[in-house]
């Protein structure tokens, strides 16, 4: 059963940091990401790892900021967020796809979804 199920979000002061996890079964992915949407806006990619490479790629509203990771004993991702702005409060939704994507930010390329954590930042 494909299964893509995101915890660690929560409310935190800005300069504050989380933990994202995103627990997945089904399939091995090739392709796993994180994108995130705020009220009104469009979902946007945020960074995406290649779990074969360990390739990394990310955002530049994010970059030095944001860490993605794999641990493929667990089959688990992470999104290790520091520095949070108010900018960064959005629904994060992991997603995977069982080939490589590339370009890494097309949402479309990713077949998996998760339900959404949501990211609380307050200034």
């Known amino acids: 059963q494909v299964q893509l199920v995101e915890s660690g979000g929560g409310s935190v002061q800005a300069g504050g940091s989380l933990r994202l996890s995103c627990a997945a079964s089904?399939?091995?992915?090739?392709?796993m990401g994180w994108f995130r949407q705020a009220p009104g806006k469009e979902r946007e990619w945020v960074t995406t790892?290649?779990?074969?490479?360990?390739?990394?790629f990310y955002a530049d509203s994010v970059k030095g900021r944001f860490t993605i990771s794999r641990d493929n004993a667990k089959n688990t991702m992470y999104l290790q967020m520091n520095s949070l702005n108010a900018g960064d409060t959005a629904m994060y939704y992991c997603?995977?796809?069982?080939?490589?994507?590339?370009?890494?930010?097309?949402?479309?390329?990713?077949?998996?979804w998760g339900q959404g954590t949501q990211v609380t930042v307050s200034s």
């Open positions: 089904g399939y091995t992915y090739r392709t």
């Open positions: 790892i290649w779990t074969d490479t360990i390739s990394t």
């Open positions: 997603a995977a796809a069982t080939s490589r994507v590339f370009p890494v930010a097309r949402r479309n390329d990713y077949t998996y």
